[in-house]
């Protein structure tokens, strides 16, 4: 996933560090991984499509991933914010809905969605009212589930939608991706004034501030 965000990760170089953290299962290639990146395998998944999983067993899937990433963020935080790729937007989603919940961190989060699917991993979830980020593939097959993840993000949050001419895949082109950097710091910016909690102190970083990517 790292070489799929390369380009962000570059443009954001100045002002964000970028910690990536790979799904805790092992998966079989997943949309627009192939043929590209075929040499970068093994591939990983925060949970499975097996459809012959029970409900108890997707259901204990998904707690699992939650609970894996709120430990690595505890460990080795602070995160300013949380990014997603496909099945990852799922996962930050998830975090974020955990953060308004209950606030587990002292961090306050935004959230990025690339290509995003839905529905996150927590059953019967309130909206989302933190700062998101929606970056849409026009061509992407998973477009609407994108756009469903967005209409469950309240007009009360800070919604900022960028479309690119693409499928399921992280923009490439240099414009558009200097947007989307720009669009973080503007909601690392806005977050910042919006803090989950008044009773959290935010601390201060020595350097830049870390974006988590799932």
Known sequence: MRIQFSKLESALRKTFQLVFLEGPLDSAPGPGV????EDFGPYSCWVSDDR???????????TNAIAYIKTFMLQYGPFAGILGFSQGARAAASILLEQQREAFTHDSLFGVFFCGTFPPFIPDAPDISLPTVHVLGLTDPYLRESEVLLEHCTQQSV???????????????????QQIADVISMTYRTS?????SSIWKKKVPDSRPSALEI
């Open 34 to 37: 192939l043929p590209f990146f």
């Open 52 to 62: 012959s999983l029970s409900p108890e067993e997707k259901r204990k899937e998904e």
């Open 159 to 177: 919604r900022r939608v960028i479309k690119f001419n693409g499928g399921h895949h992280m923009p490439t082109g240099s414009d558009v991706t």
């Open 192 to 196: 910042q004034r919006k803090r989950v």
